[in-house]
């Protein structure tokens, strides 16, 4: 079925087919998966103060509280601007989560 956008010009009907707008995925996306995954491996729950000065996750992770609430924001900030089409800063965010993440290594 196909849309039709109509309006009434001058005593006359024009009709004209509807601009289709199909969603792509964003090229984050699977940079957020990714990330995503990764810091659900990491097993860090949610820290019982902000503020906490260590928070244990998995395999003998160990990070703040701070730490571990600004990768939890930023992965939340990145999935947000990824749905906007702001691919750049959805990376920006998701880099600097993981830098915090693992300062040692670089996420791809």
């Known amino acids: 079925m196909s849309t039709v956008l109509a309006s009434l010009l001058g005593g006359f ?3 004209q087919p509807a601009t289709l707008q199909v969603s792509q ?3 984050c ?3 957020i998966e990714a ?3 990764k810091w659900r491996d990491a097993g860090f ?3 019982s103060k902000p503020s906490a ?3 244990y996750g998995a395999h003998g992770l160990v990070r703040s509280g701070p730490e571990v609430t600004l990768i939890t924001r930023n992965l939340q900030r990145a999935s947000i601007e990824c ?5 750049q800063a959805a990376i920006n965010l998701i880099m600097a989560a993981d830098h915090v993440l693992d300062p040692d290594a ?3």
């Open 25 to 27: 995925p964003a090229s």
């Open 53 to 55: 000065a260590q928070v």
């Open 83 to 87: 749905e906007r089409g702001h691919d």
């Open 13 to 15: 009907l024009i009709v």
């Open 29 to 31: 996306q699977p940079v």
């Open 45 to 47: 729950p949610a820290p």
């Open 35 to 37: 990330f995503s995954a």
């Open 106 to 108: 670089r996420f791809e």
